[in-house]
């Protein structure tokens, strides 16, 4: 089989591969949709990589079960299933991993497609039976694909706050994730305010939903925020998707007294004003993925609301179109892609 794979210091190679075979506990996902991701640009610009470092990237798995192991038994997986993958295995054994929260494991965690587990840039990929989450009838593979990492990542940050309809919601940075978060917290039922340095993604933002749209470039943001929200006290809470320091320290700011600010967001560093904190008692969180019983949760969500998230997908391509795909990801030319197959 074909599979992408990054070489480190922006090299990118189509590899040829021997089809995966299933060990005793786990299944082989034929792909039908694997999505591309804005960490993918620091696994491809990350240091020179030793070949024992490679691996198969893609970690936004969709697709068909086409084998099986031994010991699997049916109630995990059957032949022809539609899937998604919870990206992650772990030592199985610890809290979080028998929680279903696999991707806060601190003991042997696997990061399929990118850091040390082959991912879905393949027509095929292996994975623990135990990974696998069912895709509900009503999405296509595209969409699924979606919810398996930026769009699922959206849902665990509205969790995580635990926004309600009553709320006032600031959304930093309208890429795939803040956009998918605009998305979710309007089927939430709260007002949403959206920023953005891109016009496009601020017109984006407003057909996903936002109330209002604010570009930082143009406008002090925490003031912006102020003007919109009662008493010019602050939004209830945001949610940080660009993991910019500066947005950062704006999401903080921009929240009322007692109000709640989230990092989504990836990399980077962070400057936190511990007045914000103490004398304005705001509270700071970070959000990791997703679990999976909540990837379950997020997919079964978008299918009762009939959520549009195949259209945060810009660009469709097929797999030796890999070079050219990830150029253009690299210089913000596109979206959001993803790579399809038969």
Not at 31 to 56: N, W, Y
Not at 182 to 188: G, I, N, R, W
């Amino acid at each position: 089989m074909k599979a992408v794979v990054f070489l480190g210091e922006g090299e990118l190679e189509i590899r040829d591969y021997p089809d995966p075979a299933p060990g005793p506990d786990e299944v082989i996902v034929e792909i039908r949709a694997s999505g591309m991701c804005g960490t993918d640009l620091h696994h491809l610009h990350g240091p020179k990589r030793s070949e024992d470092q490679i691996v198969i990237e893609g970690h936004e798995p969709c697709g068909v079960v086409a084998e099986i192991g031994s010991a699997v038994h049916p109630n995990e997986a059957r032949i022809g299933d539609r899937v998604m993958v919870h990206h992650y295995d772990g030592c199985r054994t610890c809290h979080e991993c028998r929680s279903g929260s696999t991707q806060l494991c601190t003991h042997s965690k696997i990061v399929y497609g990118g850091l040390n587990g082959d991912g879905s840039h393949a027509h095929y990929m292996k994975v623990p039976a135990h990974t696998l989450v069912r895709l509900p009838d009503e999405l296509s593979f595209k969409a699924g694909a979606a919810v398996s990492c930026g769009t699922g990542t959206a849902f665990g940050a509205i969790k995580r706050v635990d926004l309600t309809g009553e709320d006032t919601v600031a959304i930093f940075g309208q890429g795939p994730v803040g956009l998918s978060c605009t998305m979710f917290a309007k089927a939430f039922g709260a007002r949403v305010i959206a920023l953005d340095i891109g016009e496009e993604r601020l017109g984006m933002a407003k057909k996903f939903g936002a109330d209002y749209v604010i570009n930082p470039l143009k406008d002090d943001p925490v003031e912006a925020i102020r003007d919109l929200t009662r008493g010019g006290h602050g939004a209830d809470k945001s949610i940080e998707c660009s993991a910019n320091r500066d947005a950062r320290r704006q999401a903080l700011e921009a929240v009322r007294l007692n109000g709640t600010a989230c990092m989504v967001g990836a990399y980077g560093d962070m400057q936190v004003d511990v007045h914000q904190i103490i004398q304005l008692q705001k509270s700071l969180l970070g959000s990791l993925t997703f679990s999976k019983n909540m990837q379950y949760d997020c997919a079964a969500f978008v299918a009762e609301r009939g959520l549009d998230v195949e259209t945060l997908f810009t660009h469709d391509f097929r797999l030796e179109e890999a070079r050219r795909a990830y150029d253009l990801f690299d210089e913000r030319k596109i979206g959001k892609g993803v790579f399809v197959f038969d």
